[in-house]
């Protein structure tokens, strides 16, 4: 699939100081595969930009907001879970750019396509979970407490005697 991610910016490059939106939505599959072994961007997902650009003399700076939907396996019990990461950016286009530091800007245009990539991989979820207290692999085996089952004061040196045993209690036979 061919989308261009190439922006124009003489406007912005004639005018030092000044600032109009950037904004881009490409399908994740124009991007190349986008995953780690923890997380993927569905193919069909879309990339969406949401920035300012404003040039400063020489460079242009593209500030905003990125955002994409993301598929993964819970960590702990491995079911499916996905949901969508809304990172900020701040990158640098200038015509002498620094290795991943800044981007290139190639006279007129800037290619947001692998600035987008990047930001993506770095920001994809590194320990996805279906929720912050998923209780792990096998709930069958390590149920969370149910409160009225009989048993809970078993053990439980908190709790009140309980009437009913207080009579066992005296009879002892010491
Ligand atoms: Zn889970």
Known sequence: MKVRTVEHVADLRRRPGSQRPV?????AEALGPLGTSAAVVPPEGEVDLDAVGEATGVDVVVTGTLRFPWEGDCRRCLQPVSGTVEAEVREVFEPTPVEAETWPLDGDTVDLGPMLREVVLLTLPLVPLCSEDCSGPDPERFPTTVEGEGGADEGDDEAPPDP???????????
Do not use: I, S
């Open 164 to 174: 009913r045993w207080a009579a066992l209690d005296e009879l002892r036979f010491d």
């Open 23 to 27: 904004r881009l939505t490409v399908p």
